[in-house]
T-cell receptor
Framework: ETGVTQTPRHLVMGMTNKKSLKCEQH?????MYWYKQSAKKPLELMFV???????ENNSVPSRFSPECPNSSHLFLHLHTLQPEDSALYLC?????????????FGPGTRLTVT | DAKTTQPPSMDCAEGRAANLPCNHS???????VYWYRQIHSQGPQYIIH???NNETNEMASLIITEDRKSSTLILPHATLRDTAVYYC????????FGKGTMLLVSP
């Protein structure tokens, strides 16, 4: 138990659906992150939030839309996804952005797009 | 691109020390070295980090060479539950994960 929870743990959605992934951290951290891990590929950083402001967006398609309503919650809104978006989506948090602050990861949401 | 180089895989006998190497010859003077691991299909787990000095915690020890161009993560008494992919990462602002080292601990 890392103090970072993600729901749902598994999600199957069609290409025309709209769904949201939720992340919650109980650590009092001020920075939160979304990562994507496709099969047999390294983790890819998608979005970074610091003090509820988005500070990094790594050329992620607009069909992925993040939201950080407060420092404890992070959402990833999904719409009109493609089958290649099937992956493990991981949320992480850290006390502050940057070093030397380590990141704590949630268990991930396994997403399958059909 | 990841700025570290790690062997793709290593084996270790249960109960023995596992020494995982990492080369980071282009490290900047103020970059920390972080180690994480990822057990199959789970989220990565933070292990340890350091800047110049060697570090030890309840999970592992981190040895950084004096020129800071390489480091070694040491798991002093590996168990089967230590089987995972281990990532060595340089982290100035955000972390960039590479392919890591797949450590297989066998009975």
């Amino acid at each position: 138990e890392t103090g970072v929870t993600q729901t749902p743990r598994h999600l199957v959605m069609g290409m025309t659906n709209k769904k949201s992934l939720k992340c919650e951290q109980h650590l009092g951290h001020n920075a939160m992150y979304w990562y994507k891990q496709s099969a047999k590929k390294p983790l890819e950083l998608m979005f970074v939030y610091s003090l509820e402001e988005r500070v990094e967006n790594n050329s992620v398609p607009s069909r992925f839309s993040p939201e950080c309503p407060n420092s404890s919650h992070l959402f990833l809104h999904l719409h009109t996804l493609q089958p290649e978006d099937s992956a493990l989506y991981l949320c992480a948090s850290s006390r502050l952005l940057g070093q030397p602050y380590e990141q704590y990861f949630g268990p991930g949401t396994r997403l399958t797009v059909t | 691109d990841a700025k570290t180089t790690q062997p793709p895989s290593m084996d270790c006998a249960e109960g023995r020390a596992a020494n995982l190497p990492c080369n980071h010859s282009t490290i900047s003077g103020n970059e920390y070295v972080y180690w994480y691991r990822q057990i199959h299909s789970q989220g990565p787990q933070y292990i340890i980090h350091g800047l110049k000095n060697n570090e030890t915690n309840e999970m592992a020890s981190l040895i950084i060479t004096e020129d800071r161009k390489s480091s070694t993560l040491i798991l002093p008494h590996a168990t089967l539950r230590d089987t995972a992919v281990y990532y060595c990462i340089l982290g100035y602002s955000t972390l960039t994960f590479g392919k890591g080292t797949m450590l297989l601990v066998s009975p």
